[in-house]
């Protein structure tokens, strides 16, 4: 939790929609996926990685993409709480902003993890799963929802 308020949306950092599709989500995930500061270098696996989308899936890849977001963006999280000593993992709801920046590092996590090829063909098969609700990224949301579930009798320390 950040000590300070977080500031009004006016006055935080305007965010440019990418070049090719017009879509702040593709821009965000773009700065999420840069590779050692080399912004152009993201946008190529990403790009070349919805390119593949396109030829596997034969569907608008944009749709696969927001998707897998969606599909892979939790609803419930576990946060410790300190209450007398003890520490609690309290469920707590996730803002949806949150929820869609876990989402990004789950699904860049899950096809950095994989080995042996080129990154977008990781990231596009990754992407694809998520679309249709399978995969590594897919199976860390269930285990967020399954962790959250199983401690909810401590919701009550929530505040």
């Given at each position: 939790m950040p000590r300070k308020a977080?500031?009004?949306?006016?006055?935080?950092?305007?965010?440019?929609?990418?070049?090719?599709?017009?879509?702040?989500?593709?821009?965000?995930?773009?700065?999420?996926?840069?590779?050692?500061?080399?912004?152009?270098?993201?946008?190529?696996?990403?790009?070349?990685?919805?390119?593949?989308?396109?030829?596997?899936?034969?569907?608008?890849?944009?749709a696969v993409f927001t998707r897998a977001i969606e599909n892979t963006r939790p609803l419930l999280e576990v946060r410790p709480r300190r209450v007398g000593g003890a520490t609690y993992q309290v469920p707590s709801e996730v803002r949806p902003e949150r929820g869609e920046a876990l989402a990004m590092k789950w699904i860049l996590g899950a096809s950095r993890a994989k080995r042996g090829r080129p990154m977008h063909e990781?990231?596009?098969?990754?992407l694809m799963a998520a679309s249709k609700k399978e995969g590594e990224s897919?199976?860390?949301?269930?285990?967020?929802h399954k962790m959250a579930e199983a401690n909810k009798a401590f919701a009550h320390y929530r505040w």
């Open positions: 977080l500031k009004p949306r006016e006055r935080r950092k305007v965010e440019k929609p990418d070049y090719k599709y017009n879509s702040l989500l593709v821009a965000r995930f773009i700065g999420k996926l840069n590779f050692r500061g080399k912004k152009t270098i993201g946008e190529d696996i990403f790009y070349s990685a919805l390119d593949r989308i396109q030829e596997k899936m034969k569907e608008e890849p944009l990781r990231l596009s098969d990754e897919i199976k860390k949301r269930e285990d967020t």
